[in-house]
């Protein structure tokens, strides 16, 4: 390494899906000699992936750019991604933006970094560009490998599609091929991510035959799936996930309303009884396992009484991870154009009735860890503390001189959830 050696930083917004592309964006930088420092680091070169699913991951976007150019003054700012994707135009009334790559051009960075005027490339192709965390990405242990990208889906309150295209997939072998590379690399766990990856097909495979391949692997520990739309899972899916003995006890499900009049407005693929039989589905092959859904509130036209009923039906359902929503209106989507938008202020009402219920779900759920012993893989230290997650993706942190960062410790839970600290806390078990 030299003094003059070029360096560069990475921030990201948005999905686990986003996530993996960073990383191996990332690898691609540091192939080419550039040094990776922290976001907060004065650098050459500050690229930001970035999220436009709703109006508040446009304004963080907007906001990290600014911050982006307050550390690094000097820096060239790169904005990639779907806000990118969806809104250049606006980005390049952006003095702190010199380059603004859409979700296909991101791959190809490299070809434009010469380029000293403002530019905007967002040409969208059907391409698939493979993607997965790499040691280049200096904030993750859990490993996030895409399988998927795209939607085929054209629900009413969605940009996604038009952000990313059609659904397109890695081959089977492919996702192997990566996967080995992760666990070589030293990665205990993978996280299957895209944007829709229960329509995951490739030459007559599905999901089930992937999560079989890289279930197989010698080495790695843990297997997790992000989102999985309800409609697309099956018997066959979670047996396969059973048999793997390395999935653990975590599934998200998106929700988004629990009153069918609203999931057919939202071209939702399946009503409320359809989800209910879903989660029992879940339930039968891993009866100890916490749930996540995506829940949007606000939605144009939801009456306070279909907003009672989603909260009744989460209330007396076994979900226990709450991911609220305000509705977001966004240009070129159905929803947009329907009457019956709330204001702000309904939307906040209802989202703190939703999330005051969600914690106390999850202080409940939490509960009965408490006194046992549960696994927690570390992923970072802060203050005196590592934190981690145990396989029911509670957050777990202890207090060690240890560098417990990649490692899977058992651990005894002492104190559960609680609303304020949203973590579990506990003590290391040393081994006899």
């Known amino acids: 390494m030299t003094d003059t050696q070029k360096t560069v930083s990475f921030h990201t917004l948005g999905c686990r899906l ?76 952006m003095p702190e933006v010199d380059l603004i790559l859409g979700n296909s051009e991101k791959y190809n960075v490299f070809e434009h970094l010469g380029e000293i005027e403002t530019k905007i490339k967002i040409d969208q192709t059907n391409d698939f560009w493979g993607a997965y965390t790499t040691p280049s990405d200096l904030k993750h242990t859990r490993a ?113 309303s629990a009153n069918d009049e609203i999931l057919k407005s939202m071209r939702r693929k399946y009503t409320i009884s359809e989800y209910k039989d879903v989660i029992k589905k879940i339930q039968t092959h891993f009866p100890e396992s916490a749930i996540g859904a995506d829940i949007i509130t606000g939605y144009p036209g939801e009456t306070y009484e279909q907003f009672e009923e989603t909260f009744k039906f989460l209330e007396q359902s076994p979900i226990t991870h709450f991911h609220v929503f305000p509705y977001s209106s966004r240009k070129g989507t159905t929803a947009a154009k329907l009457p019956g938008h709330h204001n702000n202020t309904e939307k906040k009402r209802r989202i703190k009735l939703l999330n005051q219920l969600g914690d106390q779900k999850i202080e409940n759920y939490s509960a009965k860890f408490k006194n046992q012993i549960t696994s927690v893989l570390f992923e970072q230290k802060k203050g005196d503390f590592w934190e981690g997650h145990n396989p029911e993706f509670l957050k777990v942190k202890v207090a060690s001189d240890e560098d417990l960062k990649n490692q899977i410790r058992p651990i005894l839970i002492e104190s559960s959830y609680s609303s304020s600290k949203h973590q579990m806390s506990g003590k290391i078990v040393l081994h006899s």
Do not use: W
């Open 144 to 256: 996030f490998l895409k399988i998927q990208d795209g939607c085929n889906y054209i629900c009413s309150f969605c940009i996604i599609p038009q952000a990313r295209g059609r659904s397109r997939t890695i081959s089977v072998d492919q996702a192997y091929s990566n996967a080995l590379e992760l666990v070589g690399a030293g990665y205990k766990e993978i996280v299957l991510t895209g944007v829709n990856i229960g329509e995951y097909e490739k030459s007559g495979e599905k999901l089930t035959d992937l999560v079989q391949k890289v279930g197989s692997i010698q080495g790695l520990q843990r297997l997790r799936l992000s989102s999985v739309e309800p409609n697309t899972i099956t018997d066959e899916l979670l047996i396969a996930l059973k048999d793997s003995g390395k999935y653990l006890n975590h599934f998200h499900i998106p929700l988004q």
């Open 18 to 93: 986003n996530f993996s592309e960073t990383g191996s964006i990332a690898s691609g930088f540091e192939q080419r000699g550039y040094k990776i420092v922290p976001f907060e680091q004065d650098s050459d070169l500050v690229f930001l992936n970035t999220c436009t699913v709703t109006d508040g991951a446009d304004s963080s976007c907007r906001n990290l750019i600014k911050k982006a150019k307050k550390h690094s003054p000097g820096s060239k700012v790169i904005v990639s991604g779907c806000y990118a994707q969806m809104e250049s135009e606006k980005l390049s009334e």
